[in-house]
DNA sequence: TTGATTAGGAAACAATCATTCCCTATTATG
DNA sequence: CATAATAGGGAATGATTGTTTCCTAATCAA
């Protein structure tokens, strides 16, 4: 089952939900059309599922760069590379299924809209919560404003996404550079 | 002509390109069926067209937001402060056809992905500009990189775009305020 | 082993899509 | 004024879409 969604995962990010017909879903699930609707009620359902996934792995990968630093800004500095690295090569030009719902849906589609914006929020608090951890480890200056700053780092990271998807390089170690300096 | 092209821009900035329809097309453009296609080869041409003339338009809104300002530094906060302006509200839920050619065409329209990094090119050259004009009069340390730091502000602008459609709220003063540490 | 239940697959379905064709006004030209 | 040329509109057309239905094969219980 989390195979097949992987699949999903993979056709979902890549052409959207719109530009996947049913044929490319089953090709990547490696299953037959009654199969998936057997399994799910229409492909409305499919993506959810798929988006579900994706932003469990997401998380997780995120979480584990994370947890390499050891004071909060390295911690922070972890998550900014990762995303760096994540919106690059293969994976950055098959793109980001909350970047991809949020543009082809949110406008038209007011359940996945929600679950995008909550995405988003869920992000934006870990990320405010790693300055936080930073000020209370002397690591990131008292002065930072810790909810405007993740807002703008999730603008950042979103931005990397779409950047990413266009093919434009991306060097980790300059632009989390240059980022940091949010933090001074 | 031009005005049928700007309902166009509308609605495939609301809902992309797959799932506008010529029923939708010829709605917003008030033209009928036959009209868009004596006018037009196909739907990838309006799209194309309708590109162009968002380009154009945003272009000069964005030329016209950094000649209010009296030093590089100044022209560069008024730019990113428009860029806020225009990821809220209305046009924010509308949504940017740059971002969404990018997320939704890019993986397998080749055209249009070599039309969407020019454009990210050409606004990341004029940011740069504005950086390098900056340092010149002085408003802007020469220690900043300007190109690493315009490549960031792009990504920022892209992403202000996707948070913005997804309705969060975006503060321009407090955003950009943020931003402007980029320069220090 | 037999019978029942379920997972999986392929063809058929109606609806919708982009596109073409043809007709009607309207404008411009001689 | 008459006529050629064009812009615009709407119905018809294949192709493709998401979905349903029916059939086969496999799995488990008794």
Redesign the interface.
Known sequence: MDTALDGAVRVFC???Y??TSIGDLTAAMRLATGSVYKAFRDKHAVFLAAFERYAALRGEQTRAAAARGENGRERLRNVLLSYVEHSQGLEG???CIV??S???L???DPVI?AR??AQ??TNEKFIAGLIREGQADGSIPAHV?AD??A??M??????????G????P??GE??A???M??L?
Chains 1, 2 share one sequence.
């Open positions: 890549e052409r959207g719109h530009a030009r098959r793109g970047v991809g949020a543009v082809e949110s406008a038209v809209r995008v914006t988003l929020m404003e405007d700053t807002r703008l999730i603008c950042m990271t979103q931005g990397l996404r779409v950047v998807k266009a093919r434009l991306l060097d300059r632009l550079g240059v980022a300096k949010l001074a």
